[in-house]
């Protein structure tokens, strides 16, 4: 029994660990650059995206800047697999939760495919 509670423990403390670190960026994402700015020149709209990292669980575990940068790292993510180079980021903002700790950060922007 203790070994069971032990192998619990420590499985529990992995994903505490994990939910700490920002989400990271793939190789499409890194093709992909954030804007504050509409992008102008000859640029197609690809459409919405949405980045978030943290939960009601790891959130409250997570230092805020993790939590920014890894809501911006999953926006960069979906805009790449869109095929897109640019992100107009539209808003980002942090959410908190029943004790006043952040748990969540979101990243909402348009994306863009430019020459």
Not at 3 to 30: E, I, M, N, Q
Not at 67 to 92: P, S
Request: with cysteine; glycine share 14%.
């Amino acid at each position: 029994m203790k070994k069971v509670l032990l192998l619990l423990l420590c499985v529990v403390g992995v994903f505490c660990l994990a939910g700490c670190a920002a989400k990271t960026v793939s190789p499409d994402g890194l093709k992909v650059k954030i804007v504050y700015e509409k992008p102008q020149g000859d640029c197609t709209e690809l459409g919405e995206v949405v980045g978030t990292q943290g939960n009601w669980f790891t959130g409250g575990m997570t230092p805020n800047k993790q939590l920014v940068e890894g809501a911006r790292n999953d926006m960069r993510n979906e805009a790449g697999k869109m095929g897109a180079t640019h992100v107009w980021l539209r808003d980002l903002s942090a959410h908190t939760g029943a004790y006043s700790e952040t748990v969540n950060a979101l990243g909402i922007g348009v994306a863009y495919r430019c020459q």
